[in-house]
């Protein structure tokens, strides 16, 4: 049976009509989902009885329930979710602590970030992260994307749920379809109503996805793992750049911010004696400088066990900082959320995997 959730709003509309039923049921239905929660049609009240049976014979509504869940001291949550086929993924609520009074802690920030995953593990295998160390294993379907979306927001309180992020497991642009699908659910008035400038899509540099994106009708945030500004560094980090390096993803990365007019976000994890240094600095200045409308978000490494890999001192993260700042460059310095609680991607499943074994 498939999960209704699975439709869009015009493919629903679509089902309706073909059952004889007024297609404004479908909003009806979308409001019963994803704002009340509510995942048994019995219990839509304002439906006709006959168009609830006809719904629950053809369609499920799954939902998502955390085999672990993790708190940290900073207010971020960590959820561990166990799909259908057993197979695990990570989702997570970040606290926002910008625009907070002095004195307020970020467990008490007024909104909230989702953190989703994408795919179950990932294919790309980036060096300083956990999900990439087991290897692919499947996309996620659009409905179990909404799921993590739904488990999320209903877990905060009503309205604090504001912004999403395709950051944890898996490479959002390799899951295009139903990312896209999911996202034009999720942006929808009729569903979560979240707009797309408050949804990012994270991605390691996968050039195709990216021109696609740049054709869709999507005002969705745009983030670019970097972590090097030389070819060299940067496929040994990321093995994704031996297929799409830089002067290739510069380029597309021009040509995306011509036909969007929108901002790119390269995030750079700071890596001590990787690439931290003055000359590494030094490079990444050169490498964005003529691109306009770019943002460099640097964040000092959460040290990953299995990886060997350590944040540099404050004097070096600083000197970084600042030294992109006097070449002109827009540069934020964000700190790794939740690093009691294995909040980097991937962390938690290892972490499970190992403990059930
Ligand atoms: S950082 Fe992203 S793209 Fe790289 S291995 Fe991890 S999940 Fe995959």
């Not at 708190?71 to 990570?90: C, I, P, R, W």
């Not at 290897?135 to 659009?142: A, D, H, I, M, W």
């Not at 036909?259 to 976000?265: A, D, E, H, S, Y």
Request: aromatic letters at 8%; hydrophobic letters at 40%.
């Amino acid at each position: 049976m498939q999960d209704i959730k699975e439709l869009s709003l015009k493919a629903l509309e679509d089902k309706l009509l073909s059952w004889g039923s007024p297609k404004y049921h479908a909003r009806g239905i979308f409001n019963w989902i994803y704002q009340k929660g509510v995942n048994e049609f019995s219990r839509m009240s304002n439906l006709p009885v006959a168009l609830r049976e006809t719904l629950a014979g053809e369609f499920k509504v799954t939902s998502l329930h955390p085999a672990d869940t993790q708190k940290s001291s900073d207010g971020t949550t960590k959820f561990l979710f166990e799909l259908a086929d057993k197979n695990l993924v990570e989702a997570v609520n970040i606290p926002m602590a910008k625009r907070l009074p002095a004195g307020k802690t970020p467990a008490r920030a007024s909104t909230i970030t989702g953190c989703i995953s994408s795919q179950v593990g990932c294919k790309f295998a980036c060096s300083f992260c956990a999900s990439g160390l087991k290897g692919f294993k499947r996309n996620l379907s659009v409905g179990e994307i909404l799921d993590e979306v739904l488990y999320l927001k209903n877990n905060v309180s009503s309205g604090q749920f504001t912004h999403l992020v395709f950051m944890g497991t898996g490479e959002p642009l390799d899951n295009y379809d139903n990312v896209l699908k999911a996202i034009r659910i999720i942006n929808s008035p009729d569903a979560f109503n979240i707009g797309a400038r408050r949804i990012t899509i994270s991605t390691c540099g996968v050039i195709p996805g990216i021109k696609k994106l740049a054709q869709e009708d999507l005002q969705v945030e745009l983030s670019i793992s970097l972590h090097a500004a030389g070819d060299k560094l940067r496929s040994q980090l990321m093995p994704v750049n031996k297929k799409y390096p830089l002067a290739a993803l510069i380029k597309c990365c021009q040509e995306y911010i011509a036909r969007t007019n929108r901002q790119i976000t390269f995030e750079y994890i700071l890596i001590k004696g990787v690439n931290a240094e003055a000359a590494a600095a030094q490079d990444l200045a050169r490498l964005l400088k003529d691109l306009r409308l770019a943002k460099v978000n640097l964040i000092p490494a959460n040290s990953v066990a299995e990886s060997k890999i350590f944040p540099p001192d404050s004097a070096q993260i600083d000197f970084f900082k600042r030294y992109l700042l006097k070449a002109g460059l827009n540069v934020t310095l964000r700190r790794e959320r939740g690093q009691d609680i294995n909040a980097a991607c991937g962390q938690l499943r290892l972490k499970y995997e190992k403990s059930q074994n």
